[in-house]
């Protein structure tokens, strides 16, 4: 060998140590680090069951890229998984197995992996698996457990790896050297690496279930188990925990705890619950469009823990909640066992997908909000693996979110389905508000599909249009509200949470709809204004009163005539009288009560009435005043029976007026009585008819009034 050729040896052999120097102290500093979890050892069907995902979602390059050629199996289904962990163990691994596809790739060829070894093309996708575990623990043997199951597959790989060993660790370090990577993060796109920093530090959101704790009893739970409370995630450390700035029943807690929070008593007895924090915001804006007796559509099949938080905060409210594209029985008896655990109990499941249901079905006329959560890229997650599996979402958007950007032909396609939900949540026509939430970055799912929807015509003339409408996000400030018509709610992803867009769209008001009392008092118990405050439902005795009220206001026309008839007999007798001034005050003004609406539960009290001056015919509707007093004497009080007084006509008394002469100076021949009646359900006796008017009230009353004269000047007022 030439000199020139040690001289490049040796300058190779030295960027390849101070390469593995570079990554050794790498290593010590982020296993010291607190926010790393230590490496997993997976087993031996994990890496099955991850080469089989690999499969299904690894990219799909052009023949005269193809470095690696993993088969062809398109009838390949996703293995089935004995418990959640080795499903997420699995998902990660092809995961990341996909976001390092080219350097593993890569690797293989260099060292001379290939095509000195002779595997089939169904094996290479447990080869590439295997090879990014392998190297993630920098090469070093796998920990295998006694009891772990063979699989002689995964085994006879594993072997023929180990035995590459040098020489896939030096393909690995001129990769680095290649690409000038400190670590093999550096290779990929800055947004994907973007995304892995901010899934290490997303904090975990999670709602109290009020139909089984307290905020208080939480609250004194934690604090025995030793955590402290702080005033923002910014102070999340080791056991502390925040409130969400958004909403009132969602705690916040550091990421490290997931493992031992999910041990906790509060949460395995189904009293907290992790969620996603956009899930929380959307039916918190659902409960705020909600009047009583309102039921809901949940058109896509989310989370179960979704459903029933919207029912948690329901509970107040007579409702059902229909939840949409339940098709699996095993699902649909997973989540009725977990709404009995967490004690929901007005869920109604559908096998239909939400498009092929009819917007005239009978058992949704009492539907009058939906809540959308379409299928989306989840562009704005942190960790995609955690949002395929929870969101039960297409696995082949891990391929796209891998590279850290959604392909345009994925971006339509979703856009189609996400509108198509849109057009149809819009036909019902007794809906009167929708919540569209995703998790998406992108304005192809979000303000596009608004702004298009908002354009569509709905048929018949008699149907209102819907518009956007404000946020009903509680604790939302104004700051948050992003966009160009400042009535979307939008969150960029962050240290402290995913990407979220929230839409509301209301039906425009019909102006002759008139709006409860109830209906009032639960939209602002939607929104916190009436804490502690139960709203009254409405009973059999109400309905009732109201038919009540409603026959004697039938009657009202009556009184009307009566008193017509009272001042035509006044009008009369003015043109007879001279004015005089009154002999005494007039008693305090009585508040005045519609006559129908008021009941005695004991006869009224005997109010005396005052004369007055007579002027003019312009006011003489004193009787009527009068009457109208009479009637409203006193509130009524509250009683088992209530019994409505039904009016009657009334009989003019006689008047008796002075002897007048035609001389200006005439003198009264004789002193003047004036008698008065007061209301009463007895029987008077035949001497006091020729002297006062008659004067009755048909009804009952529990006691008999004493007939009485009263001496009084005026005894018609």
């Not at 101070?18 to 607190?34: A, D, G, K, Q």
């Not at 095509?115 to 070093?140: A, C, G, H, N, W």
């Not at 969400?244 to 997931?258: A, G, I, N």
């Not at 009032?520 to 009973?539: D, F, T, Y």
């Amino acid at each position: 060998m030439t000199f020139r050729g040690n001289l490049e040896l040796d300058r190779s052999s030295n960027s390849v140590a101070n390469l593995n120097l570079v990554s050794s102290t790498t290593e010590f500093i982020l296993r010291s680090s607190s926010s790393l979890t230590e490496k997993v050892s997976y087993p031996d069907q994990v890496f099955i069951d991850a080469a089989q995902i690999f499969q299904s979602i690894h990219m799909k390059k052009p023949p005269d890229r193809i470095l690696v050629k993993y088969g062809s199996d398109p009838g390949l289904s996703l293995p089935d998984f004995k418990d959640e962990r080795a499903q997420r163990l699995s998902y990660e691994l092809a995961f990341n197995t996909v976001k390092y596809q080219d350097l593993l790739e890569t690797i293989l060829l260099d060292s001379g992996f290939y095509p000195s070894q002779q595997f089939t093309d169904e094996m290479s996708s447990l080869i590439v698996v295997m090879l990014y575990d392998f190297q993630d623990r920098k090469f070093q043997p796998r920990s295998i457990s006694n009891s772990e199951v063979i699989i002689e597959e995964v085994r006879e790989v594993e072997n023929v790896l180990y035995s590459f060993k040098t020489k896939l660790a030096a393909a690995l370090a001129r990769s680095r050297i290649k690409h000038d990577a400190l670590t093999i993060e550096y290779i990929l796109p800055e947004t994907v690496r973007k995304q892995e920093q901010r899934a290490s530090t997303l904090p975990l959101y999670a709602w109290i279930n009020t139909a089984k704790a307290s905020l208080t009893d939480i609250f004194h739970t934690l604090k025995k188990e030793g955590f402290t409370k702080v005033n923002s995630p910014s102070y999340l450390d080791e056991y502390t925990y925040c409130m969400d700035t958004h909403c009132q029943d969602l705690l916040v807690f550091p990421p490290h705890l997931k493992d031992e929070l999910n041990n906790l008593e509060i949460f395995i007895g189904y009293k907290l619950l992790l969620q996603e924090k956009s899930h929380s915001l959307a039916v918190h804006s659902v409960k705020a469009l909600m009047n009583m007796d309102d039921d809901i559509i949940v058109a896509n099949p989310c989370p179960g823990f979704t459903v029933a938080h919207m029912s948690v905060l329901a509970k107040q409210f007579t409702c059902n909640i229909f939840v949409c594209g339940i098709k699996s029985e095993t699902r649909e008896a997973e989540l009725q066992d977990l709404f009995t655990n967490m004690e929901c109990k007005n869920i109604k499941l559908l096998k239909e997908n939400f498009t092929d249901i009819d917007p005239t079905d009978h058992k949704l006329q009492k539907a009058k909000v939906i809540l959308l959560l379409p299928q989306c890229s989840g562009s704005g997650v942190s960790d995609p693996v955690e949002f395929v599996l929870n969101e039960h979402g297409d696995t082949a958007l891990l391929r796209d979110l891998s590279q850290g950007s959604v392909a345009a032909d994925t971006l339509n396609d979703l856009a189609k389905q996400q509108l198509s939900e849109l057009f149809h949540a819009m036909k019902f026509n007794k809906v009167q508000g929708i919540v569209y939430c995703t998790c998406s970055v992108y304005h192809e799912e979000n303000e596009d599909v608004i702004n298009k929807a908002l354009k569509f015509k709905m048929e018949g003339s008699n149907v209102l249009p819907y518009r956007l409408g404000p946020p009903v996000i509680p604790l939302c400030s104004s700051s948050e509200i992003i966009s160009s018509s400042d009535n979307i709610f939008k969150v960029e992803p962050s240290e402290i949470t995913n990407g979220c867009f929230l839409a509301v769209l209301t039906r425009e008001r019909d102006p002759s709809e008139s709006v409860s009392v109830k209906d009032v008092l639960a939209r602002a118990a939607a929104k916190g204004l009436l804490e502690g405050i139960e709203i009254p439902k409405s009973s059999k005795r109400d309905e009732r009163k109201k038919k009540a009220k409603a026959a004697v206001q039938k009657a009202a026309p009556t009184i009307s005539v009566t008193q017509t008839r009272i001042t035509e007999f006044l009008n009369r007798e003015n043109s007879l009288t001279i004015g005089r001034a009154s002999t005494s005050k007039p008693d305090p003004a009585i508040p005045q009560k519609s006559i129908s609406s008021f009941q005695f539960k004991k006869p009224p009290k005997q109010v005396s009435i005052s004369p007055v001056t007579v002027k003019n015919a312009s006011n003489l509707s004193s009787m009527s005043r009068i009457l109208d007093r009479q009637a409203s004497i006193a509130k009524p009080k509250t009683q088992e029976k209530m019994i409505v007084l039904k009016p009657v006509q009334i009989v003019l008394p006689p008047v008796r007026l002075p002897y007048y002469t035609t001389s200006p100076a005439f003198k009264v021949q004789g002193p003047i009585h004036y008698y008065h009646q007061r209301w009463h359900a007895g029987v008077r006796s035949s001497a006091s008819l020729s002297l006062i008017p008659t004067l009755s009230i048909v009804g009952k009353s529990k006691e008999t009034l004493p007939f009485r004269v009263v001496r009084h000047p005026r005894p018609w007022l």
